[in-house]
């Protein structure tokens, strides 16, 4: 039986690197994911990912890449717009639901509704790559 024990001993260590492997490996790849959803929504690497794939099918003189980029960046511009008006009316909905919502809680469920709010306004600004809106 002495024996056996080494063995219950390696197969424990073995275990436990593969468990940190696992946790390790998902943690690395929510980052990975996490940054690459960043880079998608942000319109200025929109912006950069269009010109160049036009200029590699299209093979674009230097002047019609000046002109393309001009017309990009007016559009990725009026995006913009386009986000942060949507971002103020969708938060005047949400503000009038939470409002709503606070008459009917407790104050250790209003206290706790209080950062659930500020959750969701990081994520939405930090997703979306816009400024707050000011108040």
């Given at each position: 039986?002495?024996?056996?024990?080494?063995?219950?001993?390696?197969?424990?260590?073995?275990?436990?690197?593969?468990?940190?492997?696992?946790?390790?490996?998902?943690?690395?790849?929510?980052?990975?994911?996490?940054?690459?959803?960043?880079?998608?929504?942000?319109?200025?690497?929109?912006?950069?990912?269009?010109?160049?794939?036009?200029?590699?099918?299209?093979?674009?003189?230097?002047?019609?890449?000046q002109k393309v980029q001009t017309i990009i960046d007016?559009?990725?511009?009026?995006?913009?717009?386009?986000?942060?008006?949507?971002?103020?009316?969708?938060?005047?909905?949400?503000?009038?639901m939470i409002a709503q919502i606070e008459k009917e809680?407790?104050?250790?469920?209003?206290?706790?509704?209080?950062?659930?709010?500020?959750?969701?306004?990081?994520?939405?600004?930090?997703?979306?790559?816009?400024?707050?809106?000011?108040?």
């Open positions: 039986m002495a024996a056996m024990k080494p063995k219950w001993k390696i197969t424990l260590v073995l275990l436990g690197i593969v468990l940190v492997s696992f946790v390790a490996g998902g943690f690395l790849g929510a980052k990975l994911t996490e940054r690459a959803l960043k880079r998608r929504h942000a319109p200025e690497m929109w912006n950069q990912t269009v010109m160049r794939v036009l200029q590699q099918h299209l093979k674009l003189t230097p002047e019609q890449a007016n559009g990725v511009d009026e995006m913009k717009g386009i986000r942060l008006d949507t971002i103020g009316r969708t938060d005047a909905v949400f503000e009038k809680l407790t104050p250790e469920q209003d206290a706790e509704l209080q950062k659930l709010k500020q959750a969701r306004m990081a994520t939405t600004i930090d997703m979306l790559k816009v400024e707050p809106r000011k108040k």
